[in-house]
């Protein structure tokens, strides 16, 4: 029984056998007694019993002066020696006994780990705020400023300072919301190119993003508010080649490496020359890869910086559909789901760790 | 605009290579003509043959039925006919028996009907597949050679259509599109005009024309045409005018509507009785004045309307809305044999206007606001008068009448340089020199990179020295821009103006971001007892959303009875408003636990729920929120506050009023909205204190009126100094107080920053506060 050997050995020469045999049969009741005290208060009234200042060892100790010298010491060294063997054993019951309480508490303590948590709550991002804010993550990495600016405009600002004459047809792209007042819903976010350059000197490169409305049947890919991204960048000398530059870092931010982005010619009032931009992907819908038709682009037509007072600069600008690079890539079916605000599919889309 | 491939390919010669369709399609992409789509229309179905109608009996016991032989030019057949127009001397196609037509999914048998043997079928046009017309068997002409088969006449067509912007009028037509096509593959155009004669103004026509308006009518033609026949049109020219979307009706309209196609300038043709006697007047409507259409619609003018009017055998009547639409009144009829045909032009603004005042949209009208080409009239004109006399028989008049001058556009001053300058990519004088040519454009080149650009009477785009760049930069392809990043010195100012943080905040405590309409009904934001709508919107989708938002919290609870199904909900959004002034919100609203436990207990939310998320995000920030009592409309009277944000009001906090929760079916429910941006404080280190701190509990007992913010700030004054802080740990009301009572617990913690306070001086501060709770009016629970 080595293991027993070495628990007890390790408490000195009162735990050995041959010692204890010595201490007689009085000694042996009370290391019995100490050894069945079933809880930590039986024990210290065993203390005091034997260890306190009117116990059994105490008084023994007490009466050796009485003794003569050679007696004194020999008595003395059986009662030390009695007084050394308690007190261990009283030390050994009590950390068995505390062992025991540590258990039982630990036992009581248990719980079923499988139940569910508490969760806190837990909110989230609009799908499209998470879409929009990895596109601002792109442009503000790319060094652009991240400007708003109203919904409700003016017709000047919608329309007639970029070049939409009063009564043309170019008008007609866009179906305004009129308000009652002659104000209207903005069709779109280009007002403010033109609010930023009246308050801003060249060179500067700013995105804005934010809600535009257009007055035109709602069904599954359309919807009456929708969100848009535009981009200004004016300098002493920016090309067309910057633009498509800027289009392709964001396609490649956005899509990857390698991505391919595709200009070609087309009309918005604002630009000079204009064309719509795609970028060249595989549709995660579909698995096949294609031309994803984003937005507009085009150099800032000249009419629009005279407008603003600017000479001897050129720039460009680009805009698309955040909607639309939420749609495609989630598989999402309709996109009136964006404004319902039903948490079934709100829940969907809450951000990433 | 529909573009047919064969249509098309004859403006260029037959020996040249030409593109293939999805290769054109390509090109036109590439050229700006967006193609939206490449559609294979099939021809007739083989089975059917041209054939005339001999005879035609009714057949006994039928109202409608008749018995209708017909000739294929060497056999007979017969066939029972529903068609009550079918008559003898018609020509038509016989569909044989055994032939399945696709468009109707049906395959023709030879069957006995009522008695009679019937051997095929007499077809309508929109049975054998080839445009919209069921009324009625198909017309042909009489050049379809007897027994044909109509597969062979009536082919198959490749149709591109186009989605043309709107600054691309002159691509309005086929001649518009191949001048492109011709431009960028360097292939000559044909014009269908050359050579066409015009006719001499000089010459006496009898016909007189009044422009009282030139502004509004710059270019007006009239040409008189005699001696035709009214018909149904030849095979081919039915086949150009169906592929373009129209419906074929006679060889006259047909011809009108093939030139408008073929050189984009909209025409009409009058039967000529209509100006005998008089002549022919383009004014501005009279008060009162009405007209009726083609389409029997009955217009009430508007003086401003322009019109063309005849002082003919009828009198003073209107024969069209200028640019719109023609009228009932003076179309050719089947009787007609002298026509007198009109090419004009009108000043866009006043068609678009009608237009817009009629809610009438026609092709006439989409071309003209776009613009036509001012100097096409004539030439127009002539060609319509050749193709009329080919496909109707008859002779133009020797003369025309004409009204108004060309127009010359002015030259562009033009750098060749500034291809490279804005887009980057070098094209060689000489090509871009061809490119403008093939354009149509006039080319001076005054020295090396001086140019004078006079861009052709039909492209009204072409004004500044960036347009020319673009035609340049389309015509040598896009594809060619390079790619590169701008050359500047910008440093962008740090900002957040989509209030990104706030909203990562919210979602990271818990609330799920919602985004809903800014158009709202003003009976919904009644129904939520949100302020008066102050914006209206001129022509809304509907009266449940004709006002701007004044509020987001309504949108929120529109949220919340989506989600009624959900337990607990906790949303915000963040939007414009839209009240006297526009502004950016945020909204909140949490309804049930907030924090729901399940199996055992969790957190229910009510105001200080709501209230400490607000705390929480101010905390973030150095900023102070308060809330005081104030009473807002659509919050419960006695749980509403006014948020203060730095000591600002800026929005409210409480329980949805429950009326209002009542009229959105939802139970208890907490909202809360605050403009933005709200505002930080700049925070200062401050260095840790490492002295103990003091506490002390106190309960008073104060009537239920006075606010905890009172009672705080009086114990705070009273506290002084070492008070580090004051927090409420209990509130009571009930049983052993005075009625109208309530207690409420705190505890004190006070702290020196240099030395440990003494018991002593810790109950003297206690005093103080003591005294003036007592001093106050309240009273110390024990």
Not at chain 1, 207 to 219: I, Y
Not at chain 2, 205 to 231: C, E, H, W
Request: glycine share 10%; proline share 7%; charged share 25%.
């Amino acid at each position: 029984m080595a293991a027993e050997h070495d628990k007890t050995g390790s408490r000195g020469a009162p735990s050995d056998p041959d010692t204890r045999e010595g201490l007689g049969a009085e000694a042996a009741e009370w290391l019995r007694t100490i050894g069945d005290a079933q809880d930590l208060t039986a024990l210290q009234q065993l203390r005091v019993a034997y260890l306190g200042k009117k116990g059994e060892i105490t008084q023994r100790l007490k009466a050796l002066g009485a003794l003569a010298a050679e007696e004194r010491r020999v008595v003395g060294g059986r009662v030390n020696a009695l007084k050394q063997a308690v007190e261990a054993a009283i030390e050994e019951r009590k950390v068995a006994l505390e062992r025991l309480l540590l258990a039982a508490q630990l036992a009581g303590e248990r719980v079923d780990v499988t139940l569910p948590g508490t969760r806190p709550p837990q909110g989230g991002l609009h799908l499209l705020t998470l879409v929009t804010n990895r596109l601002l993550d792109v442009f503000t990495s790319l060094g652009y400023e991240v400007v708003t600016g109203p919904e409700l405009e003016t017709d000047h600002y919608n329309f007639a300072s970029l070049n939409f004459p009063a009564d043309h047809p170019a008008r007609d792209t866009q179906d305004t919301f009129w308000t009652t007042d002659g104000r209207l819903l903005r069709t779109h976010t280009s007002p403010m190119q033109v609010r930023y350059m009246e308050t801003h000197k060249p060179p500067f490169k700013v995105v804005v993003p934010g809600k535009v409305f257009r007055n035109e049947a709602v069904d599954v890919t359309h919807e009456a508010q929708f969100h848009q991204l535009e981009a200004l960048v004016v300098g002493e000398r920016i090309t067309m080649a910057d633009l498509k530059g800027a289009i392709n870092e964001m396609a490649q931010a956005l899509i990857g490496p390698g991505t391919r982005t595709r200009l070609q010619p087309t009309y918005f009032p604002f630009v000079e020359p204009g064309a719509e931009f795609a970028i060249w992907w595989t549709n995660p819908r579909s698995g096949r890869e294609e031309w994803l038709e984003l937005g507009g682009c085009g150099m800032v037509h000249p009419k629009v910086f005279e407008a603003v007072g600017y000479e001897g600069v050129t720039g460009f600008a680009f805009g698309f559909g955040i909607e639309r690079l939420a749609l495609v890539p989630y598989a999402i079916p309709d996109i009136r789901y964006f404004y319902q605000g039903d948490l079934r599919v709100l829940e969907q889309f809450r951000g990433t760790l | 605009m529909k573009v047919p491939y064969s249509w098309l390919r004859t403006f260029f010669d037959e020996a040249v290579a030409f593109p293939e369709p999805r290769r054109l399609a390509e090109l036109l992409d590439g050229l700006g003509l967006a193609v939206e789509s490449v559609e294979e229309v099939p021809g007739a179905p083989e089975g059917a043959i041209v054939v005339d109608v001999r005879s035609v009996a009714p057949i006994e016991g039928s109202d409608h039925l008749s018995r209708t032989v017909v000739f294929d030019g060497g056999t007979e057949h017969v066939v029972v006919c529903g068609d009550p127009n079918v008559a003898a001397g018609m020509r038509t196609a016989l569909v044989l028996p055994g032939t399945y037509l696709p468009a109707v999914g049906l395959t023709v048998q030879a069957r006995e009907i009522r008695g009679v043997p019937s051997s095929g079928m007499l077809a309508s046009a929109k049975e054998l597949g080839l445009f919209e017309h069921g009324a009625g068997v198909l017309a042909l002409g009489p050049d379809a050679p007897l027994g044909a088969k109509l597969a062979e006449l009536w082919p198959a067509e490749t149709v591109l259509e186009l989605e043309l912007t709107p600054n691309r009028a002159d691509a309005f037509s086929l001649l518009g599109v191949a001048r492109d096509v011709g431009a960028k593959l360097g292939l000559a155009v044909r014009h269908p005009a050359a050579g066409a004669d015009c006719g001499d103004p000089a010459g006496d026509d009898g016909l007189t024309l009044d422009v009282q308006d030139p502004a509004a009518a710059p270019r007006f033609t009239l040409r008189k045409v005699s001696g035709v026949t009214v018909r149904p049109s030849p095979v081919w020219l039915q086949r150009r005018v169906a592929a373009v979307g129209l419906r074929p009706r006679n060889n006259v309209v047909d011809a009108t509507n093939f030139i408008t196609f073929e050189l984009g300038q909209p025409n009409h043709a009058y039967d000529a009785s209509v100006f005998e006697g008089g002549h022919m007047v383009v004014r501005r409507a009279r008060q009162g004045e009405r007209l009726t259409l083609l389409n029997d619609e009955e217009l009430a003018l508007d003086p401003a309307d322009l019109l063309i009017t005849t002082t003919g055998p009828a009198g003073d009547v209107p024969l069209g809305l200028a640019g719109v639409m023609g009228g009932a009144y003076g179309g050719v009829e089947s009787s007609t044999t002298e026509l007198v045909l009109e090419a004009a032009l009108f000043d866009p603004v006043t068609v678009r206007r009608a237009g817009q005042r009629h809610k009438v949209i026609t092709d006439a009208r989409t071309r003209f606001e776009r613009g036509v080409d001012p100097n096409l009239q004539e030439l127009a004109s002539a060609r319509l008068a050749q193709l009329i006399c080919d496909v109707a028989g008859g002779w133009p008049d020797p003369g025309i009448t004409v009204f108004g001058q060309d127009l010359t556009r002015p030259a562009v001053p033009y750098r060749p340089s500034r291809v490279r300058f804005l887009m980057d990519f070098d094209v060689p004088g000489r090509a871009q020199r061809d490119y403008l040519v093939a354009l149509g454009c006039g080319v001076q080149e005054r020295a090396p990179d001086d140019w004078l650009v006079a861009p052709p009477s039909w492209r009204y785009d072409i004004a500044l020295e960036e347009d020319v760049v673009e035609e340049v930069g389309r015509l040598h392809g896009y594809e060619h821009i390079g790619m590169t990043e701008p050359d500047m010195r910008f440093v962008p100012p740090a900002s957040d103006p989509t209030h990104r943080r706030l909203r990562d905040r919210l979602a990271a405590v818990g609330l799920q971001e919602t985004m809903t309409y800014v158009f709202t009904g003003a009976a919904e934001l009644a129904k939520a007892a949100a302020p008066a709508p102050v914006v209206e919107l001129a022509s809304p989708q509907g009266t449940e959303k004709g006002v701007l938002r004044t509020a987001l919290y309504p949108g929120l609870l529109a949220a919340a009875v989506a989600n009624r199904a959900a337990g607990a909900l906790s949303l915000f959004e963040v939007g414009h408003v839209f009240g006297d002034v526009e502004e950016e919100r945020v909204a909140l609203l949490m309804r049930g636990d907030r924090v729901e436990g399940g199996w055992r207990s969790g957190l229910a939310g009510d105001f200080f729920t709501l209230k400490g998320v607000l705390e929480g995000l101010a905390g973030l920030e150095g900023a102070v929120v308060e809330t005081t009592p104030a009473e807002f409309a659509h919050l419960h009277p006695g749980v509403s506050a006014e948020v203060r944000w730095n000591g600002v009001p800026v929005g409210s906090a409480g329980r949805l009023h429950p009326a209002v929760a009542a009229a959105f079916e939802l139970p208890e429910v907490y909202v809360a909205e605050l403009r933005l941006p709200l505002g930080g404080k700049r925070i200062a280190f401050k260095e840790i204190v490492r002295q103990p701190y003091a506490e002390r509990d106190l309960a008073v007992v104060l009537p239920v009126q006075v606010t905890y913010a009172d009672l705080a700030a009086r114990l705070v004054a009273a506290a002084g100094d070492k008070l580090i802080s004051l927090q409420p740990f209990d509130e009571y009301r009930g049983g052993g107080l005075p009625s109208g009572s309530r207690s409420l617990a705190m505890r004190f913690r006070f702290r020196d920053a240099a030395r440990a306070l003494t018991d002593a001086e810790v109950d003297a501060l206690m005093e103080n506060v003591i005294r003036a709770v007592r001093s106050a009016g309240y009273d110390i629970r024990a």
